[in-house]
């Protein structure tokens, strides 16, 4: 009996990494000299982050230490999508960080596209916002990470329930 194997491609982020990061975040735009009396916010959401801030060249500045504190904890800088920046009251500025779960349509039928192209013996069916990927061989799935893994999608992508 010939088995196959699977795995699963999705876009996804550690929740509890992400508020930690938020959370550093906090912590040193309040103790840094430059932007202490900024009277900067920082909200995580269930899907945003959003930062209110007085200039954008404090906003860079959060930007920055987020991008640092997000990459240090092994988060995809992928997952932060930046929205508009908006006038809010008293002369202040407000950006909504929207974040990224999830992988789109199009973005799946681009994988398991070149999946289909490139690896003949290997079938790629797109479930929700995964793409399972399933062959008769461990080594053909280890290709097609490798391969996709050389991509450069705009999600960030995890390869997960390997079996």
Do not use: C
């Not at 491609?9 to 906090?26: C, H, Y």
């Not at 430059?34 to 860079?60: C, P």
């Amino acid at each position: 009996m010939a088995s196959t194997y699977s795995f699963d491609v999705v876009s996804d982020f550690d929740r509890q990494e992400l508020v930690n990061a938020v959370d550093q975040t906090i912590r040193e735009i309040n103790s840094r000299y430059d932007l202490k009396d900024t009277k900067t916010t920082v909200e995580l959401g269930d899907e945003a982050i959003i930062v209110n801030t007085g200039s954008e060249f404090t906003l860079d500045a959060i930007h920055d230490i987020l991008r640092t504190k997000a990459a240090k904890r092994d988060l995809s800088l992928k997952i932060f999508d930046y929205g508009k920046i908006e006038a809010a009251s008293g002369n202040r500025i407000r950006q909504e960080i929207k974040l990224r779960k999830g992988i789109s349509s199009e973005i799946a039928k681009q994988i398991s596209k070149l999946i289909r192209d490139e690896f003949k013996k290997i079938q790629a069916s797109i479930q929700g916002d995964a793409v399972r990927v399933s062959a008769k061989s461990k080594d053909e799935l280890q290709t097609v990470i490798q391969r996709l893994k050389q991509e450069d999608y705009p999600v960030a992508l995890q390869f997960t329930n390997y079996r």
